[in-house]
């Protein structure tokens, strides 16, 4: 079986610095999204995780390669280079761009600086010499430029490629003699075109492009990753406003030049750039509005008053509450010309920025989240154009009433918004709120700029994903019985029943759960139905509370969204999904579900329901923590939602031993049949 490569992994640990992980970040989702999701990978998790089946590109942003070094020498590096050999991509700027190199010099004889040394990677088979440019001082501005750079256009073939332009540089290096290299897969992409302070060799190379076995790295000494934009022309050093500005000048060529080098090394590029969205209102309600004021009586003792207006302050977030009549009558003032914005409402802007003039870095956190609540009546469609409320409480109430259960909490009330930061961030980490919120509270979004997902994966969030979060309140008195453990195998079960049980003929949706939480398809464009493609994930936080657990349960499901990998409408279904009916759906279910396990715990009835769906029946894997025998797949434990495992021996024979596995110590690389320890 195979998967599609659809991370685009930012190396954000030892070495990296935070400014040049969020410029990567910045510019790579902006051209890459929604094909390829862009987010960090720590040095622990190249070393322990499965990622390199699902990574189309590794990135190592600026910073010190002595942290890389330190943190991947060895085992990390080994599976980096196996990854690019068998097919991967490297990127590397400036430090990643050094640590690229078979060999790095760094201020020599410099002797508070100098760094000197072989790289184990050595994708560019030479030496990167720096810095190019005199006067970097590590942690300041001090030492940049906008330097002119030419451009190869017999490298790079694709895209709107300009001749030259300049390029951020702070410390970076050259690639000494890089035209020498051509016979062995080097390609000068860019050059320096001003005197450099070391010596170059042949050529001036600024930029490198290398073949790697079927894989390839594009390494830089400079940085065409950073926008104008995002640097603050009013720092305090002499000259680095005039820097700024000569880049704003040339930002639609750093553009080009950024999106030509992407297309050599094979990504799929957005035609326009993705916006740096910003956050929406968000929109209280309920099915029945009465539901709507117990909760916000429920909320009344953190509510604070502000010049008037009520604000909830809590640990991560700030909430401004705001009533639709206020919301509507102050869109209309805003709308009018020459009316004047309060102070509360210009920092909003502020913050949030203008997309078309303030399309930056923002930090989401710093963001006051604005919270309409609908006492009265359910949102109106003009409101949330992206989600209809109606819609979906009256699919809600239709589920219900063909549910023999009795439980009917999940989803009676919502929060909505259209874009959001996470919802599960919303929920779990605001714990003032989490604490007076009921079971079956849930919070969704058309899209998220900061999703999460279990452990170090994160799940894509674009529009047409089907996003959502819900609170359960598991009382500690059930965990002899009914172990909190076990929500995360319920809401994969809820998910694949609520999409085969969303109405007539849907049952033949080719949906299967791999363990422990995760949602797969059959690939639609592979005939033989033998691929499967990841288009679900869940991630379940609990923490205990007095008597309680308080667990938030976060699920993500490609909908009608084709990319990153597919959607449920891709695999012809009777008539296409909605978003707002396949929620009340895989609620309903899950409200069913959790009634039940409360009651039996996850007895029979759950074993069988789960095997029915999951991947793993009989499946062979090796397990690497037990020494890297090979083992049979025979279920999960009723009591702790561990996946048991009957060693095998020779000619696959069972030698008697049953290994157990716990989810949040071991990762399953599905599509190669091995279990890793987490350490």
Not at 41 to 54: L, R
Not at 248 to 258: G, M, N
Not at 606 to 630: C, M, N, P
Request: proline share 4%; glycine share 8%.
């Amino acid at each position: 079986m195979a998967t599609k490569r659809m991370n685009i992994l930012v190396y954000s640990g030892n070495g990296s610095t935070v400014e040049s992980v969020r410029h990567c970040l910045y510019s790579l989702r902006r051209l890459l999204s929604p094909t390829y999701a862009v987010i960090t990978v720590s040095g622990d998790a190249i070393i322990k995780e499965p990622w390199t089946a699902s990574c189309a590109c590794l990135v190592f942003p600026g910073g010190a390669d002595l942290g890389y070094c330190r943190t991947l020498n060895g085992d990390g590096n080994r599976r980096i280079s196996q990854y690019v050999e068998r097919g991967g991509l490297y990127l590397g700027f400036c430090a990643g761009g050094y640590y690229g190199s078979k060999q790095c010099e760094f201020e020599v004889g410099n002797k508070e600086m100098e760094v000197v040394g072989n790289r184990e990677l050595a994708f560019f088979p030479g030496t990167c010499r720096g810095c190019a440019f005199s006067g970097f001082v590590y942690h300041s501005e001090a030492g940049t430029r906008a330097t002119r750079l030419r451009v190869s256009k017999t490298a790079l073939t694709k895209g709107s490629v300009p001749d030259g332009f300049r390029s951020y540089y702070n410390g970076g290096g050259v690639f000494v003699d890089a035209p020498k290299f051509k016979d062995k897969g080097v390609e000068v992409v860019a050059s320096f075109t001003e005197e450099l302070d070391v010596d170059p060799g042949e050529g001036s190379a600024s930029v490198v492009y290398c073949k790697v076995g079927d894989g390839a790295a594009l390494l830089t000494s400079t940085h065409p990753e950073f926008s104008a934009v995002n640097l603050d022309p009013d720092i305090d050093i002499p000259g680095f406003d005039k820097v700024v500005n000569a880049l704003k000048e040339d930002e639609q060529q750093r553009t080009d030049f950024l999106k030509a080098c992407l297309l050599k090394l094979g990504l799929h590029v957005s035609q326009e750039q993705t916006a740096v969205p910003s956050l929406s209102r968000l929109h209280l309600s309920s099915a029945v509005t009465t539901d709507t004021v117990k909760l916000v009586e429920a909320l009344r003792d953190i509510i604070t008053m502000q010049e008037g207006e009520e604000y909830i302050r809590d640990e991560n977030d700030v909430f401004h509450l705001e009533k639709p009549s206020t919301w509507s009558l102050s869109s209309i003032a805003n709308a009018l010309p020459g009316t004047v914005k309060n102070d509360r409402e210009q920092e909003q802007e502020q913050e949030q920025g203008d997309v078309e003039d303030q399309d930056k870095i923002i930090d989401y956190d710093k963001v006051v989240k604005r919270l309409v609540i609908h006492d009265k009546d359910q949102p109106e469609s003009k409101d949330t154009p992206y989600f209809n409320h109606q819609a979906f409480f009256s699919n809600l109430k239709h589920y219900e009433s063909q549910s023999r259960g009795s439980d009917r909490t999940f989803g009676k009330n919502l929060l909505y918004g259209e874009v959001v930061t996470s919802t599960n961030t919303m929920l779990e980490k605001n714990t003032q709120i989490l604490r007076r919120l009921p079971t079956g509270f849930t919070a969704t979004a058309t899209v998220q700029v900061a999703g999460r997902g279990r452990g170090t994966n994160v799940w894509v969030s674009p529009a047409g994903s089907l996003m959502f979060s819900t609170v359960i309140r598991h009382p500690m008195s059930l965990m002899p019985q009914a172990p909190v453990v076990f929500l995360q195998y319920l809401a994969a079960l809820a998910i694949v029943e609520g999409i085969k049980t969303y109405d007539r003929g849907y049952e033949r949706i080719p949906v299967r759960l791999k363990w422990p939480n995760d949602i797969f398809a059959a690939d639609p464009s592979d005939h033989s139905g033998q691929t499967f493609v990841k288009i679900g994930g869940i991630l379940v936080n609990s923490h205990y509370s007095t008597s309680e657990y308080l667990s938030v349960v976060g699920i993500g499901l490609n909908t009608t969204n084709a990319s990153p990998t597919t959607s449920l409408n891709a695999l012809f279904p009777p008539a296409p999904f909605t978003l707002e009916k396949l929620l009340a759906r895989i609620l309903t279910c899950f409200s069913a579900l959790y009634a039940r396990f409360v009651r039996t715990g996850f007895d029979k009835y759950f074993e069988d329901l789960y095997y029915k769906h999951w991947l793993h029946s009989e499946q062979i894997v090796t397990l690497e923590a037990e020494g890297g025998v090979r083992a049979r797949i025979k279920g999960i434990t009723t009591d702790w939602g561990l996946l048991r495992a009957e060693e095998l021996g020779w000619e696959d024979r069972a030698t008697g031993k049953v290994v157990t596995l716990q989810s949040d110590s071991n990762s399953f690389d599905f599509f190669k049949g091995l279990i890793k320890r987490k350490e």
